[in-house]
């Protein structure tokens, strides 16, 4: 089992930027991969980002490349989401997710390609 819990979330206006972690617990050893997805209202989830724990291969997704980066913390087993320049179709709530299976390829960024997920966190861009 793994547990996610996210934070860093909240409001802020279109520009600003905030940070958002997700600290890793439980049978974290067997995570080969985590990726951040949102879901906003009314949508599916799409993803985001995503990182290989060990390779430190990542993926950001076009429409955020360049404004979001994914990075992480081993030692204090955690990813982050660092988003910047924030617009108010950003505006979602951010999930954390692992995946503790699979070898190494293309980075997963479908949601169908984790088993352990965060509880979320809500994003809220004004314009």
């Known amino acids: 089992q793994v547990h996610l819990v996210e934070s860093g979330g909240g409001s802020v206006q279109a520009g600003g930027s905030l940070r958002l972690s997700c600290a890793a617990s439980g049978s974290i050893d067997s995570t080969n991969c985590m990726g951040w997805f949102r879901q906003a209202p009314g949508k599916e989830r799409e993803g985001v980002a995503a990182?290989?724990?060990?390779?430190?291969?990542?993926y950001v997704a076009d429409s955020v490349k360049g404004r979001f980066t994914i990075s992480q913390d081993n030692a204090k087993k955690t990813a982050y989401l660092q988003m910047n320049s924030l617009k108010p179709e950003d505006t979602a709530i951010y999930y954390c997710a692992a995946r503790t299976y699979g070898g190494y390829g293309r980075v997963p960024i479908v949601p169908h390609e984790y088993n352990y997920w965060g509880q979320g966190t809500q994003v809220t861009v004004s314009s």
């Open positions: 990182i290989y724990i060990r390779a430190g291969t990542t």
